[in-house]
Structure formats: structure tokens, C-alpha cells
């Protein structure tokens, strides 16, 4: 019995670990993704002023010469041609800043994935052609520009009990009918007041995805400085609204056509501030950079890690965290086996006294404690990898969806939905840091044993 | 031949505050084969003088001999290696370790000093044999009662042909009849394995049985008459 409850402790002391591990894993490999595939790919070239005072004029100069230089080194994986330019985002209701990003979509399909992040009925990635400038914006940045109203009307209440919402809160939601929302946060105060706390938390999320609504073609007006320095408006109508997990990103990001954004600050249609590099091997990244920057001196090459310090800092931090979180854990269970040991040491004196009696020596009887006590840790700790790498594997491709922090998530740039990750490599040093964990934790209750008289051991009734 | 050799051992404890004479100027020997009782009232030193014999506790002066080699010129660990090779202990609580079998707790001794498995199985199945558990040698304690558990703890103690085995009090938890098959066990392998038997005891039966009694009475010996 004690045995099976120093076992039982021991798994789940390893399954939330390497469970927890798996989690942060996941978290950060999808963050690190989806910043390298849909916000900066891994490696930007730019003038050498450019990043600081975002000159219009900054274009990159004799762009044949830059391009072949490019295209001569290896492993380069795609490459794009981008405008830059900072400015504000208008609407009626509401301005922001923003920066503006001309691309031509063809080329960006290869390197990027935010065609793939429409939200489906919004429009689409500048696939139409058009008349007028097209805009693609985050889903947030329209929020934020009020684009996105919510409206209660039958339709939204029929749609809802399809989906088999409770009758009493489609009846609440019945005194509501005809009632429209400038923004998220009026129609948020709205549904805390008409809806219980656990209704609203259950389903606030469904009501507010099928009382969202968004008209095509809605425009708003950007400003910016052209080349020369001039104050310049232009409207542009929304072709679609993107949907990633970056909240910030999304809030500050505008897309537009190149040939658009160019017309308008008065560039030529192939002139770019900006290259962005995508390479087929990542851990290349910081050569190939400094094989770039060498061979473009004129220009700022940097890598994903430069541009986003605090992304590389949390993937070159992450292994020393894990370590302290192991450490922790293995700790917290050392004191269990510490205690175990001690109760066994206690139970078996007459045992021990027994064995010394006999003839064991103190090296023997401190190995018995010690091989029981790595024996028990191993047991523990390899029945809770084994659990952790099964629900690793039953949710790796699913993910596992906390939507309900959904807002949280994506205000940090993660996504609501994790796909728990792990290296085969990783169990290797939990079973190593197990063993050392079993014998450290040994060490005291095999002491105390060896301290035993025998005599004392076995008068002991 | 002499076994054991016991000069003017005295066993003093408490020296600093009330100073109790466990052990008060045993002289004994013991020849090989002997089959003898030490007998006396509570607290007249029987077990004391058990445990100073077979090193399990230092005497506070005097000499005890084993076979030629005086315990008290051994190191903490050669004397647990001495214990192994030359005395058997039978408890009085058996104190057999529950999660091993009959076999296994007998051949214990034998694997620590790596006796090799064909050795270890010939001898266990032997002594488990001599003291009638030839059938039971698959059987944990539990499964045993508790005179065959003390029989195994005697097959234990005559495992690694100690060069005598000390028993304190080895009939003392059992019913007459299993006492009585105990003794006749002890008496048989003491005859037939040449080993000498050494007991503490209240038991009149133990006392009927042993060739020589010896009788302690406040820590010193006050008779000690040998049976022809």
C-alpha cells in the first residue's frame, strides 16, 4: 500500500510535468510559427535608416544587384518584395495607428500563410479584382475601428437553437431581438446583464460568433507621408479580415497591394523598402543572416531573433525554465520519498536489525534502501510518462481548446487551441533526472537504517 | 575442540548515572557440538550475555573468543563479516523477512556470501527437509504457522555451517507440541551437522533437552552442571 502510493504520487508528479512541458512546448512552437509564417518570416532585409525613422524614400536601392546576391546563397526558401510604411486607419467612429504593408499577394502566398487565416465570410486575399484600393485588416483592428457590429435579430436566435442552446437562454436572448451593438464592449455589458455569470461564460462565446456581423466592401480611410513628406488620405475598401492568433498583430497590421500603396507614396510600382527572406532550414537562420549581412554590407539584415527579441529569448530561455520546473517538481516528490523511505526504515527496523544481525553489511543494507527507493521513483516515473506520452499523442494532432481564455491568449500572440509537444529526447533526462531523484532522496532513511542497533532493532516489538 | 571462549566479561550500562551489572564476570567455554541452555530469571542477563557473544553488543571489559580470534580486534565491519561466517541466530520473534519465500529466506545468507546457485539450492532444500518443511519451501511466512516459521528461522541460522547458533528464547511464542518438534529438530541437526547450540530460555522442556545448563542470576554464572 505504501509502495502503490509513492508509485501513484510519482506519476502524477511526472505526468504533470512533462504534461505541463508538453503544453509550453506546444504554446511556443506555435507561437514561434506562427510569427515565422505569418508575421515576419525568418530573415529582413531593409535600409540601413529604414527601421528607425520608417522614410518613405528608404527604398532599397539597385534591387537586381540585392536580389541575385540573395539568390545566390543556399537553402533560401522564397523571397518577397514589401512596402512599408507607417500611418493611421479611419473610420467614422474611431482612428488608430497602424502599419501599412504593400505585398503583392502572388509572391507572398509562397512565403506566407495569412490567405489561409481569412475569416470565412468576411472576403477574401485581394482575390477579387476592384475598382477601388483593397485593404485586408486583423479581425481586431476592425473591432477596434468599430467595421464589426453585433446584432440580435431572429435570424441570430434561430441559428442559436439550432445549435441546441438552452430554451431559457434563447428566451433571454428573445428580449434582445432588434437590439444592434456599435462595438464588443457594449454588447458584452449587455449580455453580463441579461445572462447569469455561468450562462454567460458558457455561452457568451457562441452568441457573440453568431451575433457578429461584418458588411463587405465597408471602407475606411488611411493617411500616411508620402515620399516627399506630404500628408496622404486615401480610402480603401476592406477586401476581408484576417484572423490570427496574435492580437497585436492583428490591431496593427494593415495589408494592401503594393502597386496600390506605391501609387500613393509616390514610388515606382517595383520599388520595396523591404525583403523578406524565408530559408529551408532553420537552425541555418544566424549563418545564413550573417552570410547575407556580408555580402549586402549597404544594407540591415536581420534575423527573426533580432527582430523579435522577446520570441527568442522565451525559445533560448524555455530549456533553462523547463529545468527549474523539473527541478521543483522532482524536489516536491523527493520530500514524498524522503518520508516514504523513512515510514519503511520505521516499519522494517526489526527487519534491518535482523539483517545486520546476520551479517549484511552496512553497504548492502544502504543499497537496499536506496535500489528500493529508485526502484519505486523509476516505477512511478515511468508509468506517468507513459500516460503523458499517450494523452500527448491523443492531443497533439486535436489540441486542446481553452477558447474560453481565448481573448487572453491571443492578447499575448497565443493560440487558444494547444497542441501539446515533446522530444523523445526529453524522457531520456526525466528518467536520468528520476534515478538521481530516487537516490538523493534514499540517502537519509538509508542513513537512519544504518544507524540502527541491532540489538535495539530486534528487541523492538 | 573449543568454539567459544568467555573471560571475566562484564556488561555495565548507564556507566555515567546508575550503573547496572547486565554482565558480571562471565567465565565460560563452549566445545563444539554442545547443546547447552542458559537459564535464570528475568533480567539475569541471558539475552545480555547472547548478544555479547555474537557481537551484536560490545562487553564493557573482558575477552570473548570465537574459534581463536577475540571479537573485540575487529573493525565494525569485520565483525558483521565474522557474524556471517561463523554464528546462526534463531529469535525469538522469527523475524523471517515476510515478502520472501521459505527457500529464499534460508539461501539469504548464502547469496551474501555468494555461495553459488547449486550450493545454495542443495543445502536449502536440505536443511528445509531436516526440520520437516520439504514441502513448504514455496510458502511466504504468512502462510506458515509459528512453529514452522521458527523451524525455518533454525534451517536459516544452520544455513552458512555457523560454528555455533544462539537462540534466545526460540520456543517462547510456540504451543508445547510445536516446541516439542522444535527441540527434537535442534537436538537432530546439533547431532548430525556437529554445530553447537547455544539457548536462552524459561522453558522447562529446552532445559530437560540441553546436555548442559548454565544459570545466571544478576549477570553472574551460579551453577553450570553438564549431563553425561
Known amino acids: ?86 500611418g493611421m486607419a479611419n473610420t467614422a467612429l474611431k482612428s488608430t495607428g497602424v502599419q501599412i504593408i504593400g505585398i503583392n499577394t502572388e509572391e507572398e502566398k509562397k512565403i506566407f500563410t495569412l490567405f489561409k487565416k481569412i475569416i470565412p465570410g468576411s472576403g477574401d486575399y485581394f482575390e477579387k479584382d476592384s475598382k477601388f484600393n483593397l485593404s485586408l485588416i486583423g479581425e481586431d483592428l476592425a473591432k477596434d475601428l468599430g ?50 455569470a455561468r450562462e ?86 544566424e549563418s545564413i543572416t550573417n552570410m547575407l549581412a556580408e555580402k549586402l554590407p549597404d544594407l540591415e539584415v536581420l534575423s527573426w531573433k533580432k527582430l523579435q527579441p522577446d520570441l527568442a529569448m522565451m525559445t533560448d530561455m524555455v530549456q533553462q525554465f523547463y529545468l527549474i520546473f523539473g527541478i521543483i517538481i522532482l524536489a516536491a516528490l523527493a520530500f514524498g520519498i524522503v518520508n516514504t523511505m523513512l515510514m519503511v526504515v520505521l516499519e522494517r527496523t526489526r527487519e534491518l536489525g535482523m539483517l545486520t544481525a546476520i551479517g549484511m553489511n552496512k553497504k548492502k543494507v544502504f543499497s537496499m534502501i536506496m535500489l528500493e527507493s529508485v526502484f519505486l521513483s523509476l516505477i512511478g516515473g515511468i508509468i506517468g510518462m507513459i500516460i503523458s506520452y499517450l494523452v500527448i499523442r491523443l492531443t497533439e494532432h486535436t489540441g486542446i481548446n481553452l477558447s474560453q481564455y481565448a481573448e487572453g491568449f491571443e492578447a499575448l500572440g497565443y493560440s487558444a487551441n494547444i497542441f501539446p509537444q515533446i522530444t523523445a529526447g526529453f524522457f531520456g533526462i526525466v528518467t536520468i533526472l528520476i534515478i538521481i531523484t530516487g537516490i538523493l532522496s534514499s540517502v537519509y532513511p538509508a542513513m537512519k537504517a544504518l544507524k540502527l542497533n541491532p540489538v535495539e532493532a530486534i528487541r523492538n516489538e | 575442540m573449543k568454539v567459544l571462549d568467555i573471560k571475566d566479561v562484564y556488561k555495565i550500562y548507564n556507566e555515567s548515572e546508575i550503573q547496572v551489572n547486565a554482565i558480571n564476570g562471565v567465565t565460560l567455554d563452549f566445545q563444539e557440538a554442545e547443546f547447552a541452555a542458559i537459564v535464570g530469571p528475568s533480567g539475569s542477563g541471558k539475552t545480555t550475555l547472547l548478544n555479547l557473544i555474537g557481537g551484536l553488543d560490545n562487553p564493557t571489559s573482558g575477552e570473548i573468543i570465537i574459534d581463536g580470534t577475540n571479537l573485540a580486534t575487529l573493525k565494525s565491519s569485520e565483525l558483521i563479516d565474522f557474524r556471517m561466517r561463523n554464528i546462526g541466530f534463531v529469535f525469538q520473534a522469527y523475524n523471517l523477512i515476510p515478502v520472501l519465500t521459505a527457500k529464499e529466506n534460508v539461501e539469504f545468507i548464502m547469496s551474501l556470501q555468494k555461495w553459488s546457485r547449486q550450493e545454495r539450492d542443495a543445502r536449502t532444500y536440505e536443511l528445509l527437509k531436516a526440520v520437516g518443511l520439504g514441502d513448504r519451501v514455496n510458502s ?89
Open chain 1, 1 to 86: 500500500m505504501r509502495s502503490l502510493v509513492v508509485i501513484t504520487s510519482v506519476t502524477i508528479g511526472i505526468f504533470a510535468g512533462v504534461f505541463s512541458v508538453a503544453l509550453m512546448n506546444g504554446m511556443i512552437a506555435q507561437r514561434v510559427n506562427d510569427a515565422l509564417n505569418e508575421e515576419i518570416s525568418d530573415i529582413q532585409i531593409t535600409g540601413k535608416k529604414f527601421r528607425i525613422n520608417n522614410d518613405p524614400q528608404l527604398v532599397i536601392n539597385n534591387p537586381s544587384r540585392v536580389l541575385s546576391a540573395i539568390r545566390s546563397v543556399p537553402v533560401i526558401g522564397g523571397i518577397v518584395k514589401r512596402t512599408t510604411i507607417t
Open chain 2, 140 to 228: 511466504r511466512p504468512s502462510r506458515l504457522s509459528g512453529g514452522q516459521q521458527q523451524r525455518v528461522a533454525v534451517a536459516r541460522a544452520l544455513a552458512s555451517r555457523p560454528k555455533f547458533v544462539l537462540a534466545d528464547e526460540p520456543t517462547a511464542n510456540l504451543d508445547s507440541r510445536s516446541a516439542a518438534t522444535l527441540l527434537e529438530i535442534m537436538e537432530k541437526l546439533n547431532h548430525e551437522e556437529k554445530i553447537t547450540f547455544i539457548f536462552s530460555t524459561h522453558d522447562a522442556r529446552v532445559v530437560k533437552m540441553a546436555h548442559r545448563v548454565i544459570t545466571l542470576e544478576d549477570g553472574k554464572v551460579v551453577s553450570d552442571d553438564k549431563k553425561e
Open chain 1, 200 to 285: 454567460a461564460k458558457k455561452y457568451g462565446r457562441i452568441i457573440k460568433k453568431e451575433a457578429w456581423t461584418f458588411r463587405q466592401g465597408t471602407r475606411m480611410t488611411l493617411t500616411f507621408l508620402d515620399k516627399d513628406n506630404n500628408q496622404v488620405g486615401a480610402m480603401f475598401r476592406i477586401a476581408g479580415l484576417y484572423d490570427v492568433s496574435n492580437s497585436i498583430f492583428e490591431k496593427s497590421t494593415v495589408f494592401v497591394k503594393s502597386t496600390d500603396l506605391n501609387h500613393l507614396i509616390g514610388l515606382t510600382d517595383s520599388s520595396f523598402h523591404e525583403i523578406v527572406v524565408k530559408i529551408n532550414n532553420l537552425d541555418q537562420t
Open chain 1, 147 to 196: 467595421i464589426i457590429r453585433y446584432i440580435i435579430d431572429s435570424s441570430t436566435i434561430n441559428n442559436l437553437r439550432e445549435k441546441r442552446l438552452p430554451v431559457p437562454v434563447v428566451n433571454k436572448l428573445n428580449t434582445l431581438t432588434g437590439e444592434r451593438f456599435l462595438n464588443e464592449k457594449q454588447f458584452v455589458k449587455k449580455m453580463n446583464s441579461v445572462f447569469s
